[in-house]
């Protein structure tokens, strides 16, 4: 593996939201993420012919959902499991889909790189307010009188959620360290292809004694990737959505497309309100996080313009203020 190391590589880190490998209208079948990992990792590949040094994160929105589901309709014949359990089972599966998709890539195009996917957990404060507040909303729907029974017989937290029906509610605590930050870089300074962070990581807290203990909460999977692209000292972070470019007055008759930015740019736009706090808001947060702390470019884009985005043809593009605001 020696021969694979490089010091003059870029560091990069992508992120993607689960639903890259559960789209709308599908049903979340296997072979559907397997199909929707090998489009992805396709895209993806853009940065392995670059030569890049390649750390991948997901979220897990769609697949946690659907384990909740499959363990919840399984109580009575075998145990529940807990929803840090459930993050690590699907940052396995999904690191299998994603892992595989790029060994198959990488052996088609005679590319010399390993890849590997690491379970990581991310060291939250136990006194973080979250867990006193939560308000992240997990699982399915349910009607008045199902949540009326999860709160009775599992004391869980509920709300009505836009008048569409109930869901649980869990903390979102903010994520402090990536325990496994280390292995990761030195595995992707190796060459390997580290796929990590699913799901925004496994959250634990720290004992009394100093041990590790899981915890049923989320962590947004943005603000960790971002925390992690400063830990492995990444000088790039791509965050994926659906859309190729981000919007100021999304959806009004005078939206515009955002070309090149500036922090304290963004910073404006984020104190206007333009970035709601459940969709476009932890990404611009986790934009400013990343060049606060010493990041040099960040883009949002879609997998499907990779290509163009990193010739600068498309997405949205950030940087610190010492390198201009004018837009593409």
Known sequence: MNDLFRSDRRMVLVAMGGNALIRAGQSGTISEQERNADQLVSC?????????NL?????????????????????????????????????????????????????HEAIPRYVTTVMTQVIVDRNDPAFKTPNKPVGRFLSAEQAQDRIERYDWKMVEDAGRGWRRVVP????????????????????????????????????????????????????????????VRAEELIILMPEPRVYINFGKPDQRA??????????????????????????????INFLENGGRHAIITSAEQIDAALEGREGTHFYPDDKGNARL
């Open 44 to 52: 993806l590949m853009s940065l392995v012919r670059r030569d890049d």
């Open 55 to 107: 750390v991948v994160t997901h979220g897990n929105g769609p697949q946690v959902g659907i384990q909740m589901i499959r363990h919840e309709n399984s109580r009575e014949a075998c145990p529940p499991m807990p929803l840090d359990v459930l993050v690590a089972e699907t940052q396995g599966n999904m690191g299998y889909f994603l892992q595989q998709a790029f060994l198959n890539h990488v052996r």
């Open 172 to 231: 979102s605590p903010k994520p402090l360290k990536v325990i496994q930050r280390h292995v990761i870089r030195h595995a992707a300074l190796e060459g390997v292809i580290v796929i990590t962070c699913g799901g925004g990581g496994i959250p634990v807290w720290i004992k009394e004694d100093g041990d590790y203990e899981g915890i049923e909460a989320v962590i947004d999977k943005d603000l960790s990737s971002s925390m992690l692209a400063t830990q």
């Open 258 to 287: 955002l070309g090149r930015v500036a922090l304290s740019e963004l910073r404006g736009y984020q104190q206007q309100g333009h970035f709601p706090p459940g969709n476009m808001g932890p990404k611009a947060e986790a934009v």
